[in-house]
Nanobody, 119 residues
Framework: QVQLVESGGGLVQPGGSLRLSCAAS????????MDWYRQAPGKQRELVAT???????NYTDSVKGRFTISRDDFKNTVYLQMNGLKPEDTAVYYC?????????????WGQGTQVTVSS
């Protein structure tokens, strides 16, 4: 079995920074695309950032220039560095990793971590 464990969320003032981590454990054969999503209260889940196996990166327009996604395949981990945080970034953030295991090849989801931006 594969599990994803997220960490790094919390309460931060506007303009502050947080770094989210999402680590995969278990029988991981290969990590493919890695994504960060977020869901604010009363809103649909939104794709925030994605990084492919080859390192291709995309961001939703609202976070460009402020957020940075990165991956460490040796540690089976994806990161989201968030700078210049705004109140509208408040949401539960989820990682989603496409993982090849001994039994399947599919997307796994993290448990979510709360990010609150408030003064």
């Amino acid at each position: 079995q594969v599990q994803l464990v997220e960490s790094g969320g919390g309460l931060v003032q506007p303009g502050g920074s947080l770094r989210l981590s999402c680590a995969a454990s278990g029988l991981v054969f290969r990590l493919d695309d890695m994504d960060w999503y977020r869901q604010a209260p009363g809103k649909q889940r939104e794709l925030v950032a994605t990084i492919s196996t080859g390192g291709s990166i995309n961001y939703t327009d609202s976070v460009k220039g402020r957020f940075t996604i990165s991956r460490d395949d040796f540690k089976n981990t994806v990161y989201l560095q968030m700078n210049g945080l705004k109140p509208e970034d408040t949401a539960v953030y989820y990682c989603a990793l496409v993982i090849l295991t001994s039994v399947d090849h599919r997307r796994y989801w993290g448990q979510g971590t709360q990010v609150t931006v408030s003064s």
